[in-house]
Structures are given as structure tokens and as C-alpha cells.
């Protein structure tokens, strides 16, 4: 995926990127802020920002090309099948609609046939289910009536309201204070056990509670990816182990907390190697000039690091 600057040069904004996300599972998108997660999970709905382009590979739905779906394909995709919950609920709300219209709005669309007192009934239910109370009162509101935790319980409930087989959550918990930070996450909880979940966080105390697999980026690329359970007790890649360090814990109280030295090379400045290498404790000669393939190092395991690339791992079959 890239995109092209003022002068006409093009970037690729992600490269290589390979993953799967399993009926009823949830996986996780970690990484520092730039590394692409947003990008990865607005491409599955081809909701990119203008400019921004796919230029090879494919996402496949059911074993069906996303990229080959014209736009009415893709409407009675999004919001049925695969839903998203967004960072910030104020920009996705409608101020002038109230909670109940917006909420239903795709069940009208994706039923047509459907009553308004069904869609009621269903929208009623679903803020319920969500947390939010009194329903009845809340429905005729709008959402400058709501706090941040409760139009975010809202944006839940317009993603669910369809039942979608895949919930597409990106920094659900971001925007909110940590008390309501907790009751959303336990709502999220529930929520997975309905359908799959891609979870893109910088969290990995979240993901480590919700997730069953995690996809670690870096520079528009998969560094490392797998099992929760294997890659968080194993970590391979050393930017997945630099971030695992940098999580602060009660044992570090009092210590200085570790942080990875260096900042995220934004896409004009990739390496031509290892786009880790120039932050990496662990780099040697070999990890400059050519790109690691992400190689498997576990049932379901994988790294793209040169340590693993060419003695230890096969490489991965994507
Ligand atoms: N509209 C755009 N046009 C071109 N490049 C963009 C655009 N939006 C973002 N980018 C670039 O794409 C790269 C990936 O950004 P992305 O938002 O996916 O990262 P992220 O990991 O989700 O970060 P954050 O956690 O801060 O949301 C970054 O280098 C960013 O500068």
C-alpha cells in the first residue's frame, strides 16, 4: 500500500503485511504510533483516506476478494459483516441525529424490510446489552447528552447492531479515562465471545486480556506474529522484547522505566534492510541492506528478523 508526495515519488506505506484472523478469535495490532496499524485495519474495509492506494496483494473475506468488490459489494459488507469501532466516538456520531436513528441506521440499510418498531426493539435491546441506561430515555438523545464512555458504549452498540462476524476496533479505549477505560474493556470481553475481533492497540496489557493472537508491526511492516500465549512468554523479534520491556510493571516501580532509543522512521526514511536495525540492540552487518521474510519459529509463531531468517526458522508460507 502507498502513496504518492507532492513532487510524485511514491512510498509504500505497508509492505508485506500477512495475517489471518480466524472465526472466533481475536487478535490484537500492536506497535508504536506510525507503525501502521490504522492503515492495516481501514484497508479491510477499504476505507483508506484519499491518496492512499493498494497497489498489490489481497484481503479476502470468506475466501472472497475485498479488492475485487465493487462499492455495493462493499456497502452490504460494512456494518453486517464486518463492523469498526473507531478511536473517537464525537467524530463518528452525527450531532444533529439522535443515538436511536443512528443506531438503527443499518439495520434499515441492511434490512429493508424490517419494521420501524422491530429496528426499535433490536436498537433498545442492543444499548442495553452495551451498558447504557435507560434505554428508552436514551434512545430519543443526542449525543452531546452523552459522556465520553457512554457515546463510546453507543459506537459499540452501532457496531454490533447487526451481529457482524468481524469487529474491527481500533484504540477503542483511547479517547477515555481509565475508570471507563475498565468497564469498556469488560465489555469488549463479552463482545468476543460473539465473533472475531482485530484489535489494534498500543496497549499490550489489553491485549493480553482480550486477545488470542497478536500481530506486532513496525514500519509498515508484521515483525513478529503468533499465539498470545507463545509470542508474549518467547518474544524473537527484539522490537517485540523492547516493547514487552517497556511496559511498566509494579516490579519497576521505583526503577527507570525502559524505553526503545530512537523514534519510528516515518516512510521516506525506511532502511533498505531491517527497518528495525538502526534501533535494534541486537543488529549486526547482516540485518542492513536486504528485508528479512518473516519466517516461522513455532507452531504458530513467526518473526521477520534476520536472526531467525536464515538458521533457526523456515520460511513462512503466507
Ligand atoms: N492520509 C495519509 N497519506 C499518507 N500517509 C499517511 C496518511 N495517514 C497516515 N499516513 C502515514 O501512514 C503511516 C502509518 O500510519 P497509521 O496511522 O496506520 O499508524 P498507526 O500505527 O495506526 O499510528 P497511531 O497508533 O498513531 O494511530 C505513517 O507513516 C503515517 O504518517
Known amino acids: 500500500m502507498g502513496f504518492k508526495d507532492e513532487s510524485g515519488n511514491e512510498f509504500n506505506l505497508l509492505d508485506d503485511i500477512s495475517f489471518e484472523i480466524k472465526e472466533g478469535v481475536a487478535l490484537g495490532v500492536v506497535g508504536e504510533s506510525g507503525c501502521g496499524k490504522s492503515m492495516t485495519s481501514l484497508s479491510v474495509l477499504k476505507l483508506l483516506p484519499s491518496g492512499v492506494t493498494i497497489q498489490g496483494g489481497d484481503i479476502l473475506y470468506k475466501g472472497d476478494s475485498i479488492l475485487d468488490m465493487n462499492q455495493e459489494q462493499m456497502e452490504d459488507i460494512r456494518g453486517k459483516d464486518i463492523s469498526m469501532i473507531f478511536q473517537e466516538p464525537m467524530t463518528a456520531l452525527n450531532p444533529v ?19 420501524n418498531s422491530e429496528i426499535k426493539a433490536n436498537v433498545l435491546e442492543q444499548l442495553e446489552l452495551v451498558g447504557i441506561p435507560n434505554p428508552e430515555t436514551r434512545y ?47 465489555l469488549m470481553k463479552n463482545i468476543k465471545q460473539k465473533g472475531s475481533m482485530m484489535l489494534v492497540t498500543h496497549n499490550l496489557g489489553v491485549v493480553s486480556e482480550l486477545c488470542d493472537e497478536i500481530v506486532v508491526m513496525y514500519a509498515g511492516c508484521v ?96
Open 97 to 115: 441525529h439522535t443515538i436511536g436513528f443512528q443506531v438503527g441506521e443499518a439495520l434499515k440499510v441492511h434490512f429493508p424490510g424490517m419494521k
Open 140 to 186: 430519543y438523545q443526542y449525543p452531546h447528552q452523552f459522556s465520553g464512555g457512554m457515546r463510546q458504549r453507543v459506537m459499540i452498540a452501532m457496531a454490533l447492531i447487526c451481529n457482524p462476524k468481524l469487529l474491527i476496533a481500533d484504540e477503542p479505549t483511547t479517547a477515555l479515562d481509565v475508570t471507563i477505560q475498565a468497564q469498556v474493556l469488560e
Open 223 to 318: 515483525v513478529e506474529r503468533g499465539n498470545i500465549g507463545e509470542v508474549f512468554e518467547n518474544p524473537k523479534h527484539p522490537y517485540t522484547k523492547g516493547l514487552m520491556a517497556a511496559v511498566p510493571s509494579l516490579d519497576s516501580k521505583g526503577k527507570e522505566l525502559y524505553t526503545i532509543p530512537g523514534i519510528v522512521p516515518t516512510v521516506k526514511n525506511f532502511e533498505k534492510g531491517c527497518r528495525f536495525s538502526p534501533r535494534c540492540e541486537e543488529s549486526s552487518e547482516a540485518c542492513k541492506g536486504i528485508k528479512p521474510e518473516l519466517t516461522r519459529v513455532g507452531d504458530n509463531h513467526f518473526v521477520e528478523c534476520w536472526k531467525y531468517n536464515n538458521s533457526e526458522g523456515s520460511p513462512c508460507q503466507k
